[in-house]
């Protein structure tokens, strides 16, 4: 269950967050926009609303940081994600478009079918 009010393009920022946190051990704006394909200042006002959510907070080198709930979001975003994308390659679809088409699903899939699908793949704990 996504633990606060966000729109989809709030997941899909918290969520390359988490990727780029884990990838590179932190993560800078420049990175985030490399990483989506938008502007610098497009990041920066996505930043400053994740920070009025309390969902990001900007460290003292500059560096982006996800708060315990910006972190929740993300991990559930990514692992719908995951999941979903397994599913398709599971049915014959190539990898690069169940990545493309998991990532519009994963906003809208709901808890029900995220766990029925997880049970579908043999997943026994999804989250």
Request: glycine fraction near 6%; aromatic fraction near 4%; include cysteine.
């Amino acid at each position: 269950m996504i633990l606060t009010n966000t729109n989809n393009s709030s997941e899909d920022y918290l969520k390359n967050i988490l990727l780029l946190n884990n990838r590179n051990g932190c993560v800078r704006a420049v990175d985030l926009a490399a990483e989506l394909g938008v502007t610098k200042p497009s990041v920066s006002v996505a930043m400053k609303r994740l920070r009025e959510k309390k969902l990001i907070y900007i460290n003292e080198k500059g560096h982006i940081c996800l708060t315990d709930s910006g972190k929740a979001i993300a991990e559930e975003v990514n692992s719908k994600h995951e999941l979903i994308k397994e599913f398709l390659m599971k049915i014959g679809v190539n990898e690069n478009t169940a990545a493309k088409e998991a990532c519009r699903i994963e906003h809208a899939i709901g808890d029900e079918t995220f766990e029925r699908l997880g049970k579908f793949c043999g997943r026994t704990d999804e989250r």
